[in-house]
């Protein structure tokens, strides 16, 4: 297993080690023990999973508000999606800055989404299962969300006519999102 740093501060992308044959392959896509080692410190304790019918469902830009924020690691077992992220966290160096990574079945990609992040993503293929750890339960007073198409945060997606829930239209713009997230430098 790699784990790489990219650009936005705290978000790791994390590429497993597949051993693979004629049969198919093997991958442990979590591991306690590896992820404490890299600073992975994060107690998942309940696990997601969505599934996607079409290409161009998007969901998000999703997040929980404090004290119930949410760390995630989310991977793509079946098809392939566009994940975002952005960064939230007041005092961030990349505060209201984002980025997009393809995690597929194929690139077994995962992306670390630390809490004062909003996430979300579009499917590139159709029948696409994500399945996300989180450390910190599902709380409907804490659910919230900024739009996808916020122009200040400009993400580009690499389509346009999406697919959406009721609730995801509906989604502020950052600067009007509600949430008290603070960048903490790591020492």
């Known amino acids: 297993m790699k784990i790489y740093k990219t650009n936005?501060?705290?978000?790791?992308?994390?590429?497993?080690?597949?051993?693979?044959?004629?049969?198919?392959?093997?991958?442990?896509?979590?591991?306690?023990?590896?992820?404490?080692?890299?600073?992975?410190?994060?107690?998942?304790?309940q696990d997601n999973h969505s599934l996607s019918v079409e290409p161009g469902v998007l969901r998000g830009m999703h997040y929980q508000t404090n004290?119930?924020?949410?760390?995630?690691?989310?991977?793509?077992?079946?098809?392939?999606?566009?994940?975002?992220?952005?960064?939230?966290?007041?005092?961030?160096?990349t505060y209201g800055k984002w980025e997009g990574y393809i995690l597929s079945e194929h690139n077994h990609r995962q992306l670390l989404v630390p809490k004062g992040f909003a996430h979300g993503f579009c499917t590139i293929t159709g029948n696409v299962n994500v399945q996300y750890k989180v450390d910190e339960i599902y709380s409907?007073?804490?659910?919230?969300?900024?739009?996808?198409?916020?122009?200040?945060?400009?993400?580009?997606?690499?389509?346009?006519?999406?697919i959406l829930s009721e609730k995801d239209k509906q989604h502020p713009l950052l600067k009007d999102a509600i949430h008290d997230f603070v960048w903490e430098e790591e020492k």
């Open 140 to 162: 409907p007073e804490n659910d919230a969300g900024i739009a996808f198409d916020d122009p200040d945060v400009g993400i580009v997606w690499p389509m346009s006519n999406f």
């Open 67 to 93: 004290p119930k924020a949410q760390t995630k690691l989310v991977r793509v077992t079946t098809g392939a999606i566009y994940d975002v992220l952005v960064d939230m966290r007041k005092g961030s160096p």
């Open 8 to 45: 936005l501060q705290d978000v790791k992308l994390i590429e497993t080690t597949i051993h693979g044959d004629h049969r198919g392959f093997f991958t442990e896509s979590y591991s306690k023990e590896f992820f404490y080692e890299m600073g992975i410190t994060n107690d998942f304790i």
